[in-house]
Nanobody, 130 residues
Framework: QVQLVESGGGLMQAGASLKLSCVVS????????VAWFRQAPGKEREFVAT????????????LYKTALKGRITISRDNNKNTVDLQLDSLKPEDTAVYYC???????????????????WGQGTQVTVSS
């Protein structure tokens, strides 16, 4: 059973940077696509970024929510079984619970849809004050 544990959230000032980490266990990370989602109070869970497998090029590629490009970076370390999300120039609207999600490489459905991801972490709260 794949387990995901997020860490790194907290209370931050606007303009600061933050790195969230997702530790994956139960399966070798290289066999998984991983994504970050976030959910603000009263809103639907939304896609943030992914390092996802693509059959066409037989490797993991990074994809970001368009509105967040330039402020976020996703990275994976298959040796450490971790996937990090760097958030820069934080804004109050970044306040949300951030979730790590994973699915086997064999699944290449729409990465932006939460229902297409098989495994979820418990989430880590990020609060950005102005």
């Amino acid at each position: 059973q794949v387990q995901l544990v997020e860490s790194g959230g907290g209370l931050m000032q606007a303009g600061a940077s933050l790195k969230l980490s997702c530790v994956v266990s139960g399966r070798t990370l290289s066999t998984l696509s991983v994504a970050w989602f976030r959910q603000a109070p009263g809103k639907e869970r939304e896609f943030v970024a992914t390092t996802a497998w693509t059959v066409a090029i037989q490797q993991h590629y990074s994809l970001y929510k368009t509105a967040l490009k330039g402020r976020i970076t996703i990275s994976r370390d298959n040796n450490k079984n971790t996937v990090d999300l760097q958030l820069d120039s934080l804004k109050p609207e970044d306040t949300a619970v951030y979730y790590c999600a994973a699915r086997p490489n064999s699944h290449d459905d729409d990465v932006s849809q939460p229902a297409q991801w098989h495994y979820w972490g418990q989430g880590t709260q990020v609060t950005v004050s102005s």
